[in-house]
């Protein structure tokens, strides 16, 4: 069980637009800042989303983080097949610790 | 370029202490102000935070893995590392090493390849 609540999966065509929820509490998100990876079976996760919606260097504008009071969503826009990932969704918690959603499978049909 | 590489045992008996090390190149751990990371995976699940040590040693473990987890630092070695005691079957994962881009502790941008455990007799 995730301290954090995402969907398990979600789906779109290309070109479309997805969007993926966080839902945490108080204590993580509601006070903290939230962060997205996204990871390629097989491979490290990576930092897709900073701070709530900064993007790192390299990271296309088609990724697009939000927050509100203990909720999170990432948005990808112009869906592509490399899109196709496993997406988590994590915050820094008031009791000192990091905490990560359950991951949301993204297919691109 | 930071680069982060784990490196211990691929098989751990259960009841024993896991030991894993992450090898930091590109960066010195001694002198940079920043977090070090243990992340799992068990197979086929999410994403777990196991703890993160600060440059000036302060340590931050799971809640749920605390009692069994110890993060340290070989500044000599420029490297940091893990155990976690007493292990079963429900800590076989891939485990990762990471570094957050700044001097936060939760934004990984860092990450080593990641190395399977496996906890079996």
């Known amino acids: 069980q995730s301290v954090l609540t995402q969907p398990p999966s979600t789906s779109g065509t290309p070109g479309q637009r997805v969007t993926i929820s966080c839902s945490g509490s108080?204590?993580?998100?509601?006070?903290?800042?939230v962060n997205w990876y996204q990871q390629v079976p097989g491979t490290a996760p990576k930092l897709l989303i900073y701070?709530?919606?900064q993007r790192p260097s390299g990271v296309p504008d088609r990724f697009s983080g939000s927050k509100s009071g203990t909720s999170a969503s990432l948005a990808i826009s112009g869906l592509r097949s490399e899109d196709e990932a496993d997406y988590y969704c994590a915050s820094w918690d008031d009791s000192l610790n990091v905490v990560f959603g359950g991951g949301t499978k993204l297919t691109v049909l | 370029q930071l680069q982060l590489q784990e490196s211990g045992p691929g098989l751990v008996k259960p009841s024993e202490t896991l030991s894993l090390t992450c090898t930091v190149s590109g960066d010195s751990i001694s002198s940079s102000t920043s977090y070090w990371g243990w992340i799992r995976q068990s197979p086929g699940k999410g994403l777990e935070w196991i703890g993160s040590i600060y440059s000036s040693g302060s340590t931050y473990y799971n809640p749920s893995l605390k009692s069994r987890v110890t993060i340290s630092v070989d500044t000599s070695k420029n490297q940091f590392s893990l155990k976690l005691s007493s292990v079963s079957a429900a800590d076989t994962a891939v485990y990762y090493c990471?570094?957050?881009?700044?001097?936060?502790?939760?934004?990984?941008?860092?990450w080593g390849q990641g190395t399977l455990v496996t906890v079996s007799s």
């Open positions: 990471a570094r957050p881009r700044g001097r936060v502790a939760d934004e990984f941008e860092y």
């Open positions: 108080a204590s993580n998100i509601g006070n903290n800042n």
């Open positions: 701070s709530n919606h």
